[in-house]
């Protein structure tokens, strides 16, 4: 399993904290308090972080359930490597790269469970029991035939705000790569709904 | 008919909008409280767990260990160093008793018996007629 135990990138991850330097002091002071054993300065950190760590985790996994699950491991990554964090990185940017890998493997699990029990079937489309339109339900199958990355990508930068550089870090790619993936997500998007567009 | 545009760099924003629709965050307070309370449970559990109370221990019986090995090696330098020190000083300062004295009074016992017997032997040569 890899979980990031450090992230080296000079950029500020959009977190809690942002923008408000007696925030990030805080934040440094309860990282402080929890690498020190303090429980209840964990669970701020958690209160402080699961709204955003939720968006990253539910960008990379296909489904809620998924999402909450990748939540949890990710926490539970982050508690364990907590020693190994250095309190003068951001801690935003270290937890949301865990929870990104929490939330791939997640999805590599799930992969090879579905090839091992839907191996007889033709696999099954995510269909959000919810959706109200056409669209959506075409888009929500649309999305499915991204690779994952290509999904992340798009759903970190159009849904979430994430910037290039923000998504490469958070997946461990070059920006570049994430431009990239952002461009090539969005024209496969265009090209299988394209029938649907012209319907509505 | 919508079309699809290419403007911030080529977001649709009807599509735009159904992914945030798709993927939007549950809300409400009680479901980021529920969640909260799941996650420290399970770090709470893997906190309790024995291989994390053996944990605990790892890093105060490393330091444990290394202070026993550290004052074992400044005891056997100075148990060394005291050996040496011993030898050196054999080695170097005189003994006490010269070996003179000590092979003396062997000899002295001889020499007076020698004396003795020279002196003996002269006053008897003197006493005969």
């Known amino acids: 399993m890899t979980v990031a135990t450090a992230v080296h990138s000079t950029f500020t991850m959009p977190s809690p904290s942002d923008g408000n330097p007696r925030r990030g002091s805080d934040e440094r002071a309860l990282v402080v308090s929890a690498q020190q054993g303090s429980s209840e300065a964990f669970a701020a950190l958690v209160r402080l972080h699961q709204r955003r760590a939720y968006a990253v985790c539910r960008a990379i996994v296909l489904t809620h359930e998924d999402a909450e699950d990748a939540v949890q491991e990710g926490f539970l990554h982050a508690f364990r490597a907590l020693d190994r964090f250095l309190p003068d990185q951001p801690f935003g940017a270290w937890l949301y790269r865990i929870m990104a890998n929490a939330s791939l493997d997640l999805v590599r699990r799930r992969k090879v469970r579905d090839a091992d029990e839907l191996s007889e079937s033709s696999p099954a489309p995510f269909r959000d029991p919810g959706e109200a339109d056409e669209l959506r339900r075409r888009l929500s199958q649309a999305l499915t035939r991204l690779t994952d990355r290509q999904r992340s990508v798009i759903v970190l930068h159009d849904v979430e705000g994430f910037t290039h550089g923000e998504i490469g870090s958070v997946l461990g790619i070059p920006e570049g790569t994430a431009r990239s993936d952002l461009h090539h997500a969005r024209a496969a998007l265009r090209r299988l709904l394209k029938d649907v567009r012209s319907d509505i | ?129």
Request: glycine share 4%; no cysteine; proline share 7%.
């Open chain 2, 1 to 129: 008919m919508t079309k699809l545009t290419t403007h911030n760099e080529g977001e649709d924003p009807e599509v735009a909008r159904t992914l945030r629709a798709i993927y939007a965050a549950p809300v409400g307070e009680p479901y980021w409280n529920d969640l909260e309370a799941r996650i420290m449970g399970r770090i709470t559990e893997v906190d309790l767990g024995w291989w994390a109370e053996l944990d605990r221990w790892v890093r105060p019986a490393l330091v444990a260990a290394a202070v026993l090995v550290l004052a074992a090696s400044v005891a056997m330098f100075r148990a060394r160093q005291v050996e040496t020190e011993t030898a050196y000083e054999n080695i170097l300062t005189p003994s006490p008793v010269p070996v003179e004295t000590v092979i003396r009074p062997t000899l002295e016992g001889d020499r007076e018996a020698s004396l003795r017997d020279v002196v003996g032997h002269r006053e008897r040569s003197n006493r005969r007629p």
